[in-house]
C-alpha cells in the first residue's frame, strides 16, 4: 500500500526553525518527485515546494522562497522540509504528497495526513 | 489571494448536478492540459478526483467529470449524493518556479 507520512510538526516562535520529514512506503520512492503543499487554518490548500525524483531540482513558492529548503534521502524513503525564519502566517498543516512522476509535476496522486506547524510567541 | 478563481461556495439537491469553476491564465489553466481536482473533507488529507482536465484516477466515481474551455476548468458532480459535501480544489501546472497553483477552494453542499 502506497503511504507517505509526515511528522516533525509543532510551536515555533516567530523566527525560528524547524524541519519536516515525510517516510514514503509501498512505492519506488526515486521515481517520484514529491512536494510539499500547506493549508492555513480556515484557508486553501498553498503549494509550498518541490523536489525532482533524483533530488537534482528543486523549486519553491515565491512565499517561502530563501527560507525553506527542500531535500530528500532516497536510500531512506524520507523527504524533508527545512523551514527557518518562521513567520506567523507560515502557521499551517503541511502535507507531503507524492507527484504523478520524476520529474513531472501535473497532478498529487498521494498525501499524507499532515503534520501542523504553529508560528507563535 | 489564490492564483486560480473558485466561487467560493456550490449547493445542489441529491439526484441534481453541480458544476463548479475555475479560471486561472494562460500561463496555467489555459496553457496545459494539466489541470487537476481534489476532494477535501474537514480535518482530512486532499483526495485526487480528476487529473490531466478530464481524466478519473481508480475508484472515482464516473459521477464526477472535468472539462476545460480556454482559461477555465470545471468540476461537475452528476446524481449528487450526501456524500459529495466537501470542499474541492482546482489545481494546474504553471511551469517556471512557482511550478503548482491551487484556487481558494469551492464549499460543495448537498441540501
Do not use: H
Not at chain 1, 518541490?50 to 533530488?55: K, N, P
Not at chain 1, 506567523?88 to 506547524?117: I, M, P
Not at chain 2, 496555467?28 to 473533507?41: K, T
Amino acid at each position: 500500500e502506497v503511504q507517505v507520512l509526515e511528522s516533525g510538526g509543532g510551536l515555533v516562535q516567530p523566527g525560528g526553525s524547524l524541519r519536516l520529514s515525510c517516510a514514503a512506503s509501498g512505492f519506488i520512492f526515486s521515481s517520484y518527485a514529491m512536494g510539499w503543499v500547506r493549508q492555513a487554518p480556515g484557508k486553501g490548500l498553498e503549494w509550498v515546494s518541490g523536489i525532482r525524483g533524483s533530488g537534482d531540482g528543486t523549486y519553491f513558492a515565491d512565499s517561502v522562497k530563501g527560507r525553506y529548503t527542500i531535500s530528500r534521502d532516497n536510500s531512506r524513503n524520507t523527504l524533508y522540509l527545512e523551514m527557518n525564519s518562521l513567520r506567523a502566517e507560515d502557521t499551517a498543516v503541511y502535507y507531503c504528497a507524492r507527484s504523478n512522476g520524476a520529474s513531472s509535476w501535473r497532478y498529487f496522486d498521494q498525501w499524507g495526513r499532515g503534520t501542523l506547524v504553529s508560528v507563535s510567541s | 489571494q489564490s492564483a486560480l478563481t473558485q466561487p467560493p461556495s456550490a449547493s445542489g439537491s441529491p439526484g441534481q448536478s453541480v458544476t463548479i469553476s475555475c479560471t486561472g491564465t494562460s500561463g496555467d489553466v489555459g496553457g496545459y492540459n494539466f489541470v487537476s481536482w481534489y476532494q477535501q473533507y474537514p480535518g482530512k488529507a486532499p483526495k485526487l478526483m480528476i487529473y490531466e482536465v478530464s481524466k478519473r484516477p481508480s475508484g472515482v466515481p464516473d459521477r464526477f467529470s472535468g472539462s476545460k474551455s480556454g482559461n477555465t476548468a470545471s468540476l461537475t458532480v452528476s446524481g449528487l449524493q450526501a456524500e459529495d459535501e466537501a470542499d474541492y480544489y482546482c489545481s494546474s501546472y504553471a511551469g517556471g518556479n512557482n511550478l503548482v497553483v491551487f484556487g481558494g477552494g469551492t464549499k460543495l453542499t448537498v441540501l
